[in-house]
């Protein structure tokens, strides 16, 4: 199956769950954070979508208004990060049971400011215009998944690699050290016999010097 067939799989599975919808608005001071928690099952789908809220309709929304956004589970895992944005969605499956945490830290500013932030939060049953965000983030969350198999196959491969070429070096050097033993083993043995045949020798022209044999 498909990354695309996938993410309908996903979205046929959800319809069977009621949907959940909840809707924040806070304020969050330059360089303070803010925390939203939503209770969430474990294998639900759950979409957030959240922006600063423009102070000045109809005029661009000031540089000053961004901040940096994660979303952890009560385990502490990283569901979503963005760094200095001023809007975003998020869409995952949760892994577990349990508090779902979306922290916003607001950016430091000179003089500190104080600005809203929106926080629209959905879980279960998936509205058509979060569709398209859920299958992008399945998309991106499946070619993560992959490229991570993938580096670790090839970490394996690597290791392998490794290891068969280490075997080869050990073998080679098993085959120079019993050449190399059994060398010195025939030397040792000429020398011995060559030893034992000269004492051989020396004692029997000693003896015969002597006319005892």
């Known amino acids: 199956m498909g990354p695309e067939g996938y993410a309908l799989y996903l979205l046929l599975i959800l319809a ?16 303070s954070t803010k925390c939203i928690s939503e209770d969430i099952k474990g294998g639900a789908m759950t979409v957030g979508k959240y922006h600063a809220i423009n102070p000045h309709e109809g005029h661009p929304l000031p540089d ?13 895992n990283s569901y979503h990060y963005a760094s200095y944005v001023s809007e ?3 869409a995952f499956q ?14 430091d500013n000179s003089p500190p400011i104080t600005f809203p932030i929106e ?6 049953v998936l509205t058509k215009d979060m569709a ?11 070619e993560s998944q992959l490229r991570n198999m993938y580096l670790t196959v090839f970490d394996i491969q ?16 098993n085959r120079s050290t019993n050449s190399s033993m059994g060398w010195l083993s025939g030397v040792s043995i000429i020398v011995v016999l060559s030893v034992a045949g000269m004492q051989y020798w020396h004692l029997k022209t000693y003896f015969q010097k ?3 044999i």
């Open 16 to 31: 069977i769950f009621s949907t959940q919808i909840h809707s924040f608005r806070f304020n969050v001071e330059s360089g």
């Open 64 to 76: 000053t208004h961004t901040f940096i956004i994660q979303v952890t589970s009560t385990y502490g």
């Open 88 to 90: 975003g969605t998020f």
């Open 94 to 107: 949760t892994a577990e049971s349990g508090d779902y945490t979306a922290c916003f830290y607001a950016a």
């Open 119 to 124: 926080l629209e939060w959905k879980s279960g």
């Open 132 to 142: 398209s965000v859920v299958k992008k983030d399945s998309v991106e969350a499946m």
């Open 158 to 173: 690597s290791e392998m690699q490794y290891l068969r070429e280490r075997e080869e070096e050990m073998q080679e050097l």
């Open 210 to 212: 002597k006319k005892l």
